[in-house]
């Protein structure tokens, strides 16, 4: 009896190829699962990943957990570049930006170019805005147009290289003016308008929502206005060639075994659908959603195309 136990467990460990016994490969998730988001905690990107991760913990019973990794928000990306060296067994599993995988393969960061991820899905549709201070002098883009070009207008942004920032020159270029100077930022909110440090900043609605009553929103990026700023133009209305969305999407290596992305997409797809998620959606004004792996593809190669021109107009 002993030795029909011992001979039950010895199969359930391995199996025999050619006479050579080989470990029996564990279904996956078998051990903690790291969603990495290289930025800040905090942003909308963040909570809604904690949310696939609190998910996929009670799904699967095994510990996961979000990872922020901030840092070079024109690059290196140091959360992407650890997604992109770590195994491909879904066990590191990227929250990324829409510049990870259309900007940062063109930055010639070597572990990420040419790209290494393809996409499980993207829930998110950012909420981003070009704002000001509620006591400046003019009161939409075509007011600062004509500011900026008798005054020293500052431009706040999360990284030069990246689409919002890109967007924002790329309007200003549109509307005939240019901003004396700008600078990056690891966060850009309430307190970067009211230190005067910057006079517009290009950012994301959640992260000015607490003084929303104390600035001025002058544009949204993307072609859909926000509910939450009805009257307030998108970028693409203002200038139709710059019509690009800032999206947040799931990442794993290319390598990656399909039924482990499914499992990873099967969590993350309900979650974003939930009713607490949806709730985040309507306060904030994003857009919360799930995106196929394909339409995802197919958007970035669209976004690609969109960002070349922009470069191109503005000489890069």
């Known amino acids: 009896m002993i030795r029909v136990a011992k001979l039950m467990t010895a199969t359930?460990?391995?199996?025999?190829?050619?006479?050579?016994?080989?470990p029996v490969q564990a279904e996956y998730p078998e051990k903690p699962v790291e969603f990495i988001v290289p930025w800040p905690p905090?942003?909308?990107e963040d909570v809604l990943t904690r949310m696939i991760a609190d998910d996929f913990q009670e799904t699967y019973g095994v510990p996961a957990a979000v990872v922020n990794k901030p840092?070079?928000?024109?690059?290196?990306?140091p959360g992407a570049i650890e997604t992109a060296n770590a195994p491909a067994d879904g066990y590191t599993v990227g929250s990324?930006?829409?510049?990870?995988?259309?900007?940062?393969?063109q930055l010639g960061i070597p572990e990420l170019s040419p790209n290494p991820f393809e996409p499980l899905g993207n829930f998110l549709t950012y909420p981003f805005v070009i704002a000001v201070s509620s006591d400046a002098p003019y009161e939409d883009m075509a007011g600062l147009a004509e500011y900026a070009n008798s005054n020293d207008v500052v431009l706040g942004h999360f990284g030069a290289p990246l689409v919002p920032t890109q967007v924002t020159l790329g309007l200003a270029k549109e509307m005939g003016f240019a901003f004396a100077s700008d600078a990056a930022f690891d966060a850009l909110d309430c307190n970067s308008l009211a230190s005067g440090d910057v006079d517009v900043i290009n950012?994301?609605?959640?992260?000015?929502l607490p003084c929303l009553d104390d600035v001025k929103v002058?544009?949204?990026?993307?072609?859909?206005?926000?509910?939450?700023t009805p009257d307030t133009p998108t970028v693409a209305e203002l200038a139709p060639d710059l019509d690009v969305a800032l999206w947040n999407g799931l990442f794993v290596h290319k390598d990656t075994p399909q039924d482990v992305r499914e499992k990873i997409i099967a969590v993350a797809k309900k979650t974003v659908?939930?009713?607490?998620?949806?709730?985040?959606?309507?306060?904030?004004g994003a857009a919360v959603y799930w995106q196929s792996a394909d339409e995802v593809t197919a958007q970035?190669?669209?976004?690609?195309?969109?960002?070349?021109?922009?470069?191109?107009?503005l000489g890069n």
Not at 12 to 20: D, E, H, K, Q, S
Not at 96 to 105: K, M, N
């Open 12 to 22: 359930a460990l391995a199996v025999v190829v050619g006479g050579v016994a080989v």
């Open 42 to 44: 905090g942003d909308l």
């Open 71 to 77: 840092g070079g928000g024109g690059g290196p990306f």
């Open 96 to 105: 990324f930006l829409i510049a990870i995988p259309v900007v940062g393969p």
């Open 203 to 208: 950012t994301t609605l959640q992260l000015i």
């Open 218 to 228: 002058l544009a949204s990026i993307g072609s859909e206005r926000i509910p939450l």
């Open 273 to 284: 659908m939930s009713e607490r998620a949806q709730k985040l959606a309507a306060d904030t």
């Open 300 to 313: 970035i190669t669209t976004d690609i195309e969109t960002l070349g021109r922009i470069a191109q107009l």
